[in-house]
Nanobody, 122 residues
Framework: QVQLVESGGGLVQPGGSLRLSCAASGSIFSINDMGWHRQALGEERKLVAV???????NYADSVKGRFTISRDNAKNTVYLQMNSLKPEDTAAYYC????????????????WGQGTQVTISS
């Protein structure tokens, strides 16, 4: 069974920083795209950042220059470094990934983590 487990959320003041981590576990042959979405209260879930297996990165306009996504393929982990945080960054953050479970498998997903709450408030 494939799982994504997030960590690193919390409460910080505006201008502060947080680092989210998301580790994939289970019987995985390869991981393709990994990324983060967020969902604020009463809003739809929206893409924050994505990183492909080849290292290509895309960010939402609202986080460009403040957030950095990275991945450690040896650890099956994706990170989201969030700097210069604003109250409007407050949301539940969900990691996701697309996997292949064996060599000839097609890409499956997205698989989602359980979410971690990020609250920006003074």
């Amino acid at each position: 069974q494939v799982q994504l487990v997030e960590s690193g959320g919390g409460l910080v003041q505006p201008g502060g920083s947080l680092r989210l981590s998301c580790a994939a576990s289970g019987s995985i042959f390869s991981i393709n795209d990994m990324g983060w979405h967020r969902q604020a209260l009463g809003e739809e879930r929206k893409l924050v950042a994505v990183i492909t297996s080849g290292g290509r990165i895309n960010y939402a306009d609202s986080v460009k220059g403040r957030f950095t996504i990275s991945r450690d393929n040896a650890k099956n982990t994706v990170y989201l470094q969030m700097n210069s945080l604003k109250p409007e960054d407050t949301a539940a953050y969900y990691c996701y990934a697309y996997f292949s479970l064996y060599k000839t498998d097609s890409t499956r997903g997205p698989y989602w983590g359980q979410g971690t709450q990020v609250t920006i408030s003074s």
